[in-house]
């Protein structure tokens, strides 16, 4: 079968190859993938500064969505023919304090499908069954493959943050974590600012379709946000860029005893004013991935029409057109990039 492979660590090293396709093994199962999504994290595989492991050559790819073409020994939860979308997990330990609580993702063995092991940049993917999830008829495929990132953001907000009605929540950042991010404050009951740059217009314009309050972006956000919360401060930030400068508005602009929550990746050590997490008594936490339950709530959302995903899916491509849809999405042209297959 084709499929996209990084056959080398460094920049590039990607190209289109012929490979032998996939089996199944003990408690396995086979996609046959219908659609994958381009993550960010894909743009760092394909320039080689990714911080996660890996393992060459690789097929990257670990949003995806399909349809279960074969079965493991030792499968008996899933048939073929099964509408399914699994997680990037694709093994840790199963023994260190984390796995014993169930925040598997978090396990220093940790290794991921698209990563260490092949994704689904391909006609099909292989991976365990413990990490299977079934999709909603409601849900399609499309939909379904951008379930990673949504579930990321339902372990950010609703398992990490706790948002409740009436906060005020100021999001850094509308990319597609700062898009569902919204989405799931917004359900909550919150009011929410949406900031960006200068040059996401269309994001920040889309934002406001999926309910952001406020849509701010340039010089002037600043001077709105402390009109917006008459000079006290936000309630809550979550920041989605993993930009320095995001990461310090929201540190300036929150309240006192407020949540502050890093979601976005900055890639390397930056410049914060600490003394504001001490002399304002802000909680500062992290998120990092998901888990199971964050799976199966993103999906059922989905279904419901609380979380919407089609809006965010601007751009559709073969995978012969691999480049072009990675270049698109570098240069920051499109929210969601999907390959069809
Ligand atoms: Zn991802
Ligand atoms: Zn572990």
């Known amino acids: 079968m084709q499929a996209l492979v990084k056959f080398a660590a460094g920049n590039g090293s990607m190209e289109l190859r012929e490979v032998p396709e996939p089996a199944p093994g003990p408690g396995e199962v086979k996609i046959t993938v219908k659609a994958a999504s381009i993550c960010g ?5 394909r320039r080689g500064d990714i911080g996660i492991p890996m393992r060459f050559p690789v097929i990257p790819g670990h949003e995806f969505a399909g349809i279960v073409a074969a079965t493991g020994p030792g499968v008996a939860e899933l048939q073929p023919g099964d509408r399914v979308t699994g997680e990037n997990t694709r093994s840790s330990c199963g023994a260190c304090p984390q796995c014993a609580t169930g925040s598997y993702n978090l396990c220093r063995q940790r290794l991921a499908t698209g990563y260490a092991f092949d994704g689904a940049f391909a006609p099909c993917v292989v991976v365990p069954a413990l990490r299977v999830h079934r999709i909603p008829d409601k849900v399609d495929f499309r939909a379904a493959a951008l379930t990673d990132p949504s579930a990321c953001a339902y372990h950010a907000v609703q398992e990490l943050t706790r948002i409740q009605a009436g906060d005020v929540v100021l999001i850094t950042g509308p990319g597609p ?34 309910g952001a309050d406020y849509a701010l972006s340039g010089d002037g956000a600043e001077a709105a946000i402390e009109m917006l919360t008459r000079g006290q401060g936000v309630d809550v930030v979550l920041e989605c860029s993993g930009a320095e400068a995001a990461a310090q508005l929201g540190l300036k602009q929150i309240r006192r005893e407020g949540r502050y929550t890093q979601i976005g990746i900055f890639g390397k050590p930056v410049r ?18 998901q888990k199971y ?4 709530k993103a999906l059922e959302l989905c279904a419901l029409g609380k979380i919407q995903v089609a809006p965010l899916i601007t751009h559709r491509f073969p995978l012969a057109d691999w480049e072009k849809a990675f270049d ?9 990039v999907v390959f069809d297959f």
């Not at 004013?273 to 998120?287: A, C, F, N, P, T």
């Open 293 to 296: 339950i964050g799976w199966e």
């Open 41 to 45: 994290s894909d743009l760092h595989i």
């Open 272 to 289: 914060l004013d600490l003394d504001q997490v001490l002399y304002k008594e802000i909680r500062l936490i992290g998120s990092f991935s």
């Open 177 to 210: 974590m700062g898009l569902f991010c919204l989405q799931y404050a917004k359900a909550n009951g919150a009011m929410v600012i949406l900031v960006g740059a200068p040059r996401d217009t269309h994001r920040l314009e889309l934002g406001k379709q999926l």
């Open 328 to 336: 698109l999405f570098e240069r920051g042209e499109a929210v969601k």
